[in-house]
């Protein structure tokens, strides 16, 4: 899985087409749905199905014909001793297929490069872009002139980030406080805001019970997002987190003037006037400043707006 997070990270913003081949040739994905026991002689169909349904062109754009093509295709992977993976050609089937109306002596490069330049999936990208970074449920409109952006420059991620940041929708009222920080968000911005540091077993413990254990994600979809993230359970993860917080005393110089001023660490833009009133009131009652600055912080942390992006 570390190794995956690494191919994410060097391949997540470039082309959508050498990610997606990158994720298929990745051990931990030929493990998880077993494309590394994907034969010639008995094709497993797991990987041709997901790879359709989640990661490219969506339910709806396929056929069962078609997954059992793209299972063809994918034969030969195997893991070696050391962990890497590699293509054994006796394993694959080098026969004629035909997949999404195409048909050749198709490979795993050739499914790949068809799916990524497919219609379907310049929308299906653009849409889980923009309610990742926006807000969910984007317009028809939006989603199309996000997609056409991923077609006119070939499926380059980074053009469609770009697209996506430079958009009216991203800087509207909509997108204002629209999204759940995830755990993560939640844990990594407030140690960057206020360089500070957490003992990593404490922050794993803390990523654990907030429902988000790096490296490991429930499923092939990945983690859940928006609203789930937050129930009676996490939320109580998510206040008491602050404790847990080592360092502040690197962190006092910008909670001398003012609460405001101390919220603003966290919240540049700043919190509205009765919510900084109710935080000066809880912590009015703490004589030692350094409780009085990490109930600050936690005050902070558990309001609303500190827990939207």
């Given at each position: ?111 790949v490069s068809i799916l990524a330049s497919h219609p379907a999936t310049a929308k299906s990208i653009a849409r889980k872009l923009f309610a990742y970074f926006a807000y969910d449920n984007p317009s028809d409109d939006t989603v199309s002139r996000i997609a056409n952006v ?56 803390t990523l654990n019970s907030m429902g988000q254990l790096p490296f490991d994600p429930p499923s092939v979809f990945g983690w859940p997002d928006g609203a789930a993230w937050i129930n009676t359970s996490t939320m109580l993860d998510r206040y008491n987190f602050p404790l ?66």
């Open positions: 899985m570390f190794k995956q997070n690494e191919l994410l990270r060097d391949k997540g913003m470039g082309r959508f087409r050498e990610l997606l081949m990158g994720i298929t040739e990745d051990p931990a994905m030929l493990i998880w749905l077993d494309g590394a026991q994907n034969r010639k002689a008995s094709p497993n169909e797991n990987y041709g199905r997901e790879i359709m349904e989640v990661f490219t062109i969506g339910v709806g754009n396929y056929t069962e014909d078609d997954v059992k093509a793209a299972a063809r295709a994918f034969t030969g992977y195997q893991i070696d001793k050391s962990g890497s993976s590699f293509f054994n050609p006796k394993q694959h089937d080098d026969g004629t297929k035909t997949f999404l109306g195409q048909t050749g002596n198709f490979g795993p490069q050739d499914i991923y077609t006119r420059t070939d499926g380059d991620i980074k053009a469609v980030v770009e697209a996506i940041l430079n958009s009216d929708e991203f800087w509207s009222a909509q997108a204002h406080l629209g999204l759940v920080k995830s755990p993560v968000e939640y844990l990594t911005t407030a140690l960057r805001s206020l360089g500070a540091t957490v003992n990593p077993k404490a922050a794993v413990a847990r917080i080592q360092d502040l005393d690197n962190a006092t110089l910008a909670f001398e003037d003012s609460v405001d001023t101390a919220t603003r660490t966290l919240l540049p833009e700043g919190l509205p006037s009765d919510v900084l009133q109710v935080i000066e009131q809880s912590t009015d009652s703490f004589p030692a400043e350094r409780q009085k600055v990490r109930n600050i912080i936690r005050l902070t942390m558990s309001t609303p707006y500190y827990n939207l992006n």
